[in-house]
Each structure stands twice: as C-alpha cells, then as structure tokens.
C-alpha cells in the first residue's frame, strides 16, 4: 500500500488510490459480543448458539468475564469447522 498523505484532497487522488483506501479503511471487525452475535457467526438460533457455546468446543475463542461475552470470529469459525 502507497503511503498516501491523509490531507490530500480526494480529488487529487487516482481511482487506484481512492479504491485502495476504501478497501483498507472498511475492514470488517474481529469481535463479536454476546449470544447473539454468535448467532450471528454462525448462523443460527441463540438457543442453538448457547448450546453451542456449553458444549465447550468453542472454549479457545470465547473469552467471558460474567455475563459479558467476547467471541473472536476467526477462531470460532475454525474451531467450529475442526468439531
């Protein structure tokens, strides 16, 4: 990636430029919270998902400090693909 100085006017920037910068700046984040956001990886019930959840296999992505629930999304998806 080109070092582009943030003050440059978008206009003076090539599509090339512009494109990169809108592919890089919208990176998709790597957390979700709670039950239902890991409904919402992978595509289920929350029912589903809490059982999911107490099943153990996704212990290695799942961090929880009481009812608060912090679900990395990549090691979810891979854990939840070795099952």
């Given at each position: 990636?080109?070092?582009?100085?943030?003050?440059t006017?978008?206009?003076?920037l090539?599509?090339?430029e512009?494109?990169?910068?809108?592919?890089?700046g919208?990176?998709e984040?790597?957390y979700e919270?709670g039950l239902?956001?890991?409904?919402k990886?992978?595509?289920?019930?929350?029912?589903?998902a809490?059982e999911?959840?107490s099943s153990?296999?996704?212990?290695?992505?799942?961090?929880?400090n009481?009812?608060?629930i912090?679900?990395?999304?990549?090691?979810?998806?891979?854990?939840?693909g070795?099952?």
């Open positions: 990636m080109k070092n582009i100085d943030p003050k006017p978008i206009w003076q090539t599509v090339e512009f494109l990169e910068i809108c592919r890089g919208g990176s984040k790597k919270y239902k956001g890991l409904a990886i992978l595509g289920c019930s929350v029912s589903k809490s999911v959840k153990g296999i996704l212990d290695d992505a799942i961090i929880q009481g009812n608060i912090i679900i990395d999304k990549e090691m979810a998806l891979k854990l939840f070795k099952k």
